[in-house]
């Protein structure tokens, strides 16, 4: 047990032992005196006369050992003691307590409350008896009372006593999450006493609670980088803290280098055994791991714990039988464990649910269902984890773990009404609460009350400025809400000062470099970094240079140089993150998601448990196409929080979009107009199955059926349909998109009234012409230019349908084509394309075009402004009949039957409005919005030109999804309409 061991425990061990073997006091708890020999009876009594204690007291103790074994028998006995003293001693505070302690360990959790609550209230005579009863309260979850009782009690001490005391109420301020209270008590006292391992080592353990990780590293530094032949406690428990520390994080990598580093140094010290052990088993060590739980099983302390992490791991390597020997184990140490009930549970195949809603109405108490729900919550089944906490709080409302546990699994399942209202509940009884802060303004940014968020971390950021977790939540909150200037602000104060010039201010006062050119120099490269303004790479710049040519520097220079480095490490750490964040985060906003990506990795390489840089990867990898990447991304996060809601969401709509789907369309077009030129209506229904390869590359067969019905001159014509298409996505900057469909007419075409076409120049009124099969295609290779631009080049074969006589003909095209768009900004963005056109009759055409747009509104409800310019050339005309003698025989003898423009410039203006109505705004979520589009524009000829469109789609549920769209377009020379409805489902 080390070297802190107690003549109190001592006698606490020597009076259980004589207690167990012992007949003459085992029988203390019924009628008989606690037995001492005197020294006039016996020459070799155990205790000395003078040091001996009291009957009272002996009774005292062996209650208080009985009560924390805690097993039926002893707490029967323990009942039996306490009547006893309560018999000699009916108004002794240590009897009552002694007594709301036995009621709580028996299960009656009202009545220990109603004792706890009939308990004496002046404390002015014994302080020590409210601080245990503060204690109590704090183990029936009521908080409030225990903080009330605390203060009271601090009211009434001063001096050594008043500081004992606040360092207690420092440690109960931890679990109402008043972290702020317990941090001031706990700087206070180290301001006395920097170099106190057990308070710095408290300190960390303060602001890892606060996800200040860099900061309490900075602690344990302290501690551990002392040289000492022989280490204190608190120097292995600084070490296993690191390991903690790096677990908090999800820095896995990270937990298990600090454990190997400690185990290779110091060996299998108790203190690592479970820390190590988690740190190897997340990481996939599972050996590792398994050695030891193994030996941390042995010692004991934590062997019901231990046993469950073992069979997991067992589990995990094939072991099952082993696995479920090991839960049985742990669960017959603590019969009322969670962890290992469940992992029995799921190993049998039994129902989860049957089992908890069994034990919900069996009403065990508030810390059960917690331990449940929190277990749950843990494994992923979030429902079930709710259903305890939901059980829980109906009961038990003033019970704060629980209360805490349906605010936080309600958020994470987006019933953020539920979560914001128990959170207002508990704000109110615990105002102080900084947990309470920062999960109510967490709740209220993933409910997308960005400005009501932002004021929230604001406040808190008020009450404690060195607490930089605050500005980072508040900076990711501002960009979420769209208002990149605040966010960017934000993230400006954590790196304001610049680390850089921290580290130069330090350095020029206490190094002297003026006696040092070699230092001095150093010294004006990191000014000048400084003045650059670089946040950190100066700081990284000049610690490269010294590790190369520090050497050289004089001892006492190193040494300044050393300590500096050790005392703003977690500074640099702090700032180059949120630079990186932020860089990544700007990118992001502005759709530049190829650099963000690398920015991201380059994040999560030194904090490999970023939550928000890990899904913002994921989500980079979404928009990039990436979508096998983009689930291993919300796989590490579950792995770090299985809570993260919106990971969860998005892995399971990942899943969903990478299943197979069959799918069906109708598309509907119209036109007439520019002479007989433009005289047809097309109806083409699909119907085909698509089929995702590697989630990332999609496949399609599809069936279409063609009706073709021009306006004049020919009857209807049916045809069918095979095509097959294809998406390849080689990564972030290369894709390939095609297709290739084969066309055959069911029936040839019957022409009508052919004079009324060639003006009475008619050999025959009405005929047949046969209708060629076709082979129709296109394919497109889209180059990714980081997300500043985007470049493609494709080519296509398609048919002009536009008029019986193109129909006849069998008139098509292949076209190659190329487009270049540049996104300037996250709202201006501008594009210019080109196409060449080859008909199947010899003509050739060119088209060009270009258009800038810019946004006048953002996300959700855009509007948009876009003018756009098009220019289009064709080398020969249309010509009408050309049959020798005038006496057009077939369609045959007209030529380039389809518009055939010539130096012809169109100019449009249009107007823009989307309204996205998705439940979720993340990349991959299901889809519900709508598009309206206005176009006026003129051409060369005066044919000026008004256009609507309008596109709803919406995702039914996770595998139905339905879309329309419609068109309407009118001028004096043409005039066209469109309807295209599309319907899928995935299976």
Not at 615 to 639: I, P, R, S
Not at 957 to 968: I, K, L, Q
Request: neutral net charge; charged residues 25%; glycine residues 6%.
């Amino acid at each position: 047990m080390g070297p802190g061991i107690h003549i109190k425990r001592i006698l606490n061990v020597f009076f259980c032992l004589l207690w167990l073997i012992s007949p003459a006091i085992a029988a203390a708890g019924k009628d008989k005196p606690f037995y001492r020999p005197s020294p006039e009876n016996s020459r070799s009594a155990i205790v000395p006369q003078s040091e001996a204690i009291s009957d009272f007291k002996a009774r005292l103790m062996l209650a208080g050992l009985l009560l924390q074994s805690k097993t039926p028998d002893n707490l029967a006995r323990a009942d039996a003691v306490i009547d006893k003293l309560a018999d000699s001693q009916p108004d002794s505070r240590r009897v009552k307590l002694l007594r709301i302690r036995l009621a709580f360990l028996q299960g009656n959790r009202s009545r220990a409350i109603d004792l706890a609550d009939d308990f004496p209230v002046s404390a002015d005579s014994d302080p020590k008896a409210f601080q245990a009863l503060a204690k109590l309260y704090a183990s029936f979850g009521q908080y409030s009372k225990s903080r009330d009782i605390c203060q009271k009690v601090l009211a009434k001490l001063d001096g050594d006593e008043k500081a004992q005391t606040l360092m207690a109420f420092a440690d109960l301020t931890i679990l109402w999450g008043d972290f702020y209270t317990a941090e001031e008590i706990i700087r206070q006292q180290l301001a006395k006493d920097p170099a106190s391992e057990s308070l710095n080592l408290k300190l960390a353990r303060n602001l890892s609670t606060q996800q200040r990780y860099d900061e309490a590293r900075k602690h344990l530094l302290i501690i551990t980088k002392k040289k000492n032949s022989r280490p204190s406690v608190h120097y292995y428990e600084a070490h296993a803290e690191k390991v903690n520390i790096a677990l908090q994080e999800g820095d896995y990598a990270k937990a298990t280098s600090s454990a190997d580093a400690f185990i290779e140094k110091h060996g299998f010290k108790d203190v690592i055994l479970m820390p190590g052990a988690r740190s190897y088993q997340l990481a996939n060590r599972p050996e590792d791991a398994e050695a030891l739980y193994t030996k941390a099983a042995a010692v004991g302390r934590k062997k019901a714990e231990a046993l469950t992490g073992l069979g997991q791991v067992k589990s995990k390597r094939g072991k099952p039988r082993e696995a479920r020997q090991c839960w049985e184990q742990a669960l017959a140490i603590n019969p009322q464990a969670s962890l290992p009930k469940i992992l029995l549970l799921q190993a049998a195949g039994d129902s989860l649910p049957d089992y908890i809603q069994g034990l919900i109405q069996e009403k065990p108490g508030p810390d059960r269902l917690c331990d449940l729900g929190d277990v749950l919550a843990k494994l992923g089944h979030r429902e079930l984890a709710l259903s305890c906490y939901k059980a829980a709080f109906a009961s038990y409302p003033d019970h704060f773990p629980c209360a805490v546990g349906l605010a936080e699994t309600s958020a994470a399942m987006g019933l953020y009404d539920k979560s914001t209202s128990v959170l207002d509940r508990l704000r109110a009884d615990y105002p102080e609460s900084y947990k309470l802060a920062l999960t109510r303004a967490r709740v209220l940014s993933w409910s997308a009350r960005y400005g009501d968020a932002v004021d929230a971390y604001e406040a808190l950021f008020q009450k404690n400025p060195d607490n930089f977790v605050v500005l980072k939540e508040a900076a990711r909150t501002a960009y979420w809400g769209k208002m990149a200037d605040a966010g960017r602000g934000y993230y400006q104060r954590i790196y304001t000062p610049p680390v850089d010039t921290v580290l130069l201010k330090r350095l020029r006062g206490k190094a002297e470099p003026a006696n040092d050119g070699l230092l001095e120099s150093a010294l004006e490269k990191l000014d000048q970094k400084a003045d650059s303004g670089s946040a950190y790479n100066g700081y990284e710049t000049f610690f490269h240079w010294y590790e190369k040519q520090g050497f050289q520097l004089r001892q006492r220079h190193r040494q300044t140089i050393e300590n500096t480095r050790a005392e703003l490490d977690y500074l640099y750490q702090i700032q180059k993150k949120a630079s990186l964040e932020h860089q990544s985060k700007h990118l992001v906003y502005n759709r530049r998601f190829a650099p963000a990506q690398r920015r991201l990795r380059e994040l999560v390489e030194i904090d490999a448990g970023n939550q928000e840089a890990l899904f913002e990867l994921a989500q980079v990898h979404c928009a990039l196409g990436l979508c096998d990447q983009e689930k291993q991304f919300y796989e590490e996060l579950l792995k770090i929080d299985p809570l993260h809601g919106q990971a969860a969401v998005a892995l399971e709509r990942q899943k969903t979009r990478s299943r197979p789907q069959i799918f069906g369309a109708y598309r509907f077009w119209r036109e007439k107009g520019r002479g007989d030129l433009a005289q047809m209506e097309r109806h083409r229904a699909d119907l085909g199955i698509k089929l995702p390869v590697n989630c990332r590359h999609k496949l399609q067969v599809v069936a279409h059926r063609y009706m073709e019905s021009p306006l004049k001159y020919a009857d209807t014509v049916e045809a069918s349909g095979l095509g097959l298409r294809g998406e390849l996505v080689t990564g972030p900057y290369l894709s390939f998109y095609g297709g290739i469909t084969r066309k055959a007419y069911d029936e040839n075409l019957q022409m009508t009234n052919f004079s009324k076409l060639t003006g009475d120049n008619a050999a025959r009124e009405a005929f047949r012409v046969d209708l060629d099969d076709i082979t129709l295609g296109y394919l497109t290779a889209a180059i990714n230019l980081d997300n500043y631009a985007r470049f493609e080049i494709g080519y296509e074969k398609a048919e002009e349908l536009v008029n019986p006589v193109a129909l006849a003909q069998g008139i098509y095209y292949e076209s190659l084509k190329a487009r270049l768009d540049a996104n300037l900004s996250r709202r201006f963005e501008i594009g210019a394309g080109t196409a060449y056109k080859s008909y199947s009759d010899g003509n050739h055409g060119y088209i060009y075009d270009a258009a800038a747009g810019y946004s006048f509104t953002d996300h959700p409800r855009e509007v948009k402004g876009i003018l756009s310019v098009e220019y289009r050339d064709t080398d020969d005309l249309h010509q009408g009949c050309t049959a020798p003698g005038g006496r057009c025989l077939t369609p045959d003898d007209f030529r380039h039957p389809y518009w055939t423009p010539q130096d012809y410039w169109k100019t449009a203006a249009t107007l823009v409005f989307r309204h996205d109505l998705a439940e979720n705004f993340f990349c991959g979520a299901r889809e519900h919005f709508y598009d309206l589009r206005i176009t006026i524009g003129t051409e060369t000829d005066q044919n000026h030109s008004f256009e609507i469109e309008a596109l709803w789609k919406k995702e039914i549920s996770d595998r139905v999804g339905v879309s329309a769209s419609a068109m309407w377009h009118r001028s004096k020379q043409w005039d066209a309409a469109a309807l295209s409805i599309d319907m899928f489902v995935r299976f």
